[in-house]
């Protein structure tokens, strides 16, 4: 099984709200990410948590809030979003650690497509 | 030094015909390269990877060609059919500890035609 669930897969908000996305690995992996994706762009990195340790911040504004709360589990908490904000968001996990032919391979779940009103 | 350059922004290929994808790097410090594929509305799915210490790797109708000299890895879908057709993302990594930042090239869409 090599499934990330992300919930909700669509969601809808105003600039005054605060929302949480949700993602979930049971694969025992290590390493997660969260990615933002703009239409016909690349995902862009927007946070790591390696061994549940935030370890990469890619200067992302602090209307994005990350949150691992154990190793199988993801959160985004969302506050005072803009319009620009709306994108598909990625979450994705890879096994980690130094050895291993797999331990770069980083798996995708679906996104929340989130709209910012 | 951090890019990953993608080539071509679109590709369209008969059905049957091979699809080539290229990219290139500058950070020798890259050490895993794979390509995802991406549909409309769905997340990116890992297609194939390859390390820097062969120049070649292939499964099923995908096959990855390496240059280590030349920083230069390509995309070749054998025998094109429209299933294939897609959003196709070359990306690279430093890669020792697993947890590293992905860095995508821009991306190529891929249209097959009956």
């Known amino acids: 099984d090599t499934e990330v669930t992300q919930t909700p897969k669509h969601l809808v908000m105003g600039m005054t709200n605060k929302k949480s996305l949700k993602c979930e690995q049971h694969?025992?992996?290590?390493?997660m990410y969260w990615y933002k994706q703009k239409a016909k762009k690349p995902p862009e990195l927007m946070f790591v948590?390696?061994?549940?340790?935030?370890?990469i911040n890619e200067s992302v504004p602090s209307r994005f809030s990350p949150e691992c709360p154990n190793s199988s589990l993801l959160n985004l908490h969302l506050h005072a979003l803009q319009p620009e904000d709306s994108a598909l968001y990625l979450c994705?996990?890879?096994?980690?650690?130094?050895?291993?032919?797999?331990?770069?391979?980083?798996?995708f779940g679906a996104g929340t497509r989130l709209s910012v009103l | 030094q951090q890019q990953v350059k993608q080539s071509p922004q679109s590709l369209i290929v008969q059905k049957g015909g091979i699809s080539i994808i290229n990219c290139a790097y500058e950070?020798?410090?890259?050490?895993?390269f794979p390509w995802y594929q991406q549909f409309p509305g769905k997340g990116p799915a890992l297609l194939i990877a390859?390390?820097?210490?062969?120049s070649e790797k292939k499964e099923g109708r995908f096959t990855i060609s390496f240059n280590k000299s030349a920083k230069q890895f390509s995309l070749h879908i054998m025998d094109s059919q429209p299933g294939d057709s897609a959003t196709y993302f070359c990306?690279?990594?430093?890669?020792?500890?697993?947890?590293?930042?992905?860095?995508f090239g821009t991306g190529t869409r891929l249209t097959i035609i009956p």
């Open positions: 994705a996990s890879s096994p980690g650690g130094a050895v291993g032919a797999a331990k770069n391979i980083q798996y």
């Open positions: 694969m025992g992996h290590r390493a």
């Open positions: 948590y390696s061994y549940e340790k935030l370890s």
């Open positions: 950070n020798t410090a890259f050490d895993y």
């Open positions: 390859i390390r820097p210490d062969v």
């Open positions: 990306a690279a990594s430093p890669g020792p500890f697993g947890n590293e930042k992905l860095t």
